[in-house]
């Protein structure tokens, strides 16, 4: 459907690369048709909690954000939940796992922007069908009993999920935005910084320090009309290592470098590493040797390392997605990720080495 620009606004000058636009359904009505539970609302209040006690060190486990890279199909995504939840419940005594439900990619230059953007995996755009999908997984996966981590990209799509969220990333490619920090003051949960691709540091530093104040920006309230927002600031905002297109960044002289960096910024000197994307330098296979690296540090006593991120999925390795074949049941079709087995290992050996850092410091 075509809107009309006021009868104000000379047509000439409005919407002259907009080929048509279409309502978008609102917040309250999404909600209104999926909506979260008392339970589960207490549940995501509980399980934001208890990811800032780890990130501020009350609680002495590790944080892993642990999922496919991005999710293309839900009910693949549901089954990697029901096989993530016992090992999440076996490990609990050193693991909060969250999973990572990803919706929105950004992309270096072009390719499928994520599951609400594009549902039908053919560029066609149906935002409405993916929002509807997007929040019904959610709210699945809450019901499984398992937290549920999301990067943050478009600054409107929070107010249709975030109330599902336990914990929340910036991507490298939007932590310089002044958008994205805004954002992150109003969001009510724990937000992982990512260090830039190109390796900066200081600029996840900076967007920590930049949402941590309130701030006021424009966008829409819960009723989908325009609304300016005025935020509180977030506490909880924390650094993550994902290695750069140089090369890894998870090494112990690198996390000591980044804990400088943070002490000197006045921050909390607490860091999350990804153990994918830079640091695996895009191969999955090298995940569980990043992770075991890792978990020496933490084992080796260095609290200072409060959290890891895996990319998994049923199947190992990636796909590309091709209108003219049927795609792999359980394989990411965005970055490669781990198989099912090694992700239990080396979840458990994270276990492992937390339990080691307990006996340390005891
Ligand atoms: O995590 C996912 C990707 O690394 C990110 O979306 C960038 O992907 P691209 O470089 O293939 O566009
Ligand atoms: C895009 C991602 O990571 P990064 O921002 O670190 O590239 C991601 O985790 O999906």
Redesign the pocket.
Known sequence: MNTLPSQATPPAVVDRRIEKTVPLITPLALHDELPLSNALAEAVVAQRQAVADVLNGTDDRLLVVVGP?SVHDAKAALEYAERLKPIAERLSDGLLVVMRVYFE?????L?WKGLINDPDLDGSGDVNKGLRTARALLLEVLAQGLPVGCEFLDPITPQYIADTVGWGAIGARTVESQVHRQLSSGLSMPIGMKNRPDGSIGTAVDAIKAAAVPHVFTGIDHDGAPAILHTRGNPDCHLVLRGSDAGPNYDADSVAGAQELLRKAGVAERVVIDAS?GNSRKDHRRQPEVAAEIGEQVASGNNAVVGVMLESFLVEGRQDLDPTSELTYGQSI??ACMGWDTTEATLTNLRDAVLARRSTDA
């Open positions: 890279c990619k950004p992309r270096s230059t390719g994307h965005t970055d």
